[in-house]
């Protein structure tokens, strides 16, 4: 957390499961961080170990997140599905 802190100015909190409860339980941020690592998995090369060198793994992690992000924002029309659209 002082690494953290020190060299990237970022804050950490650790997120705990709510006392007393059983099965599954969304936590908040969790998720986030679990859906962007899956949309990382995507891509073929990602989902396995094949490099040899932590650099390679970190330049392909980037790829795939340049390539997801560029796809999204030359998008025609904003995908929106029906759990985001409020209610009237």
């Not at 990382?40 to 970190?58: G, I, K, T, W």
């Amino acid at each position: 957390m002082d690494w953290a802190r020190d060299r990237l100015w970022l804050t950490l909190r650790i997120v705990s499961r709510p006392k007393g409860t059983k099965g599954f339980v969304v936590l908040p941020r969790r998720w986030k961080v679990e859906r962007t690592i899956g949309w990382c998995m995507n891509a073929r090369r990602n989902a396995r170990d094949y490099e040899r060198l932590p650099q390679h793994s970190e330049a392909h992690l980037n790829w795939a997140l340049i390539t997801m992000m560029t796809r999204r924002l030359t998008r025609k029309s904003p995908r929106t599905s029906q759990w985001a659209k409020k209610p009237r």
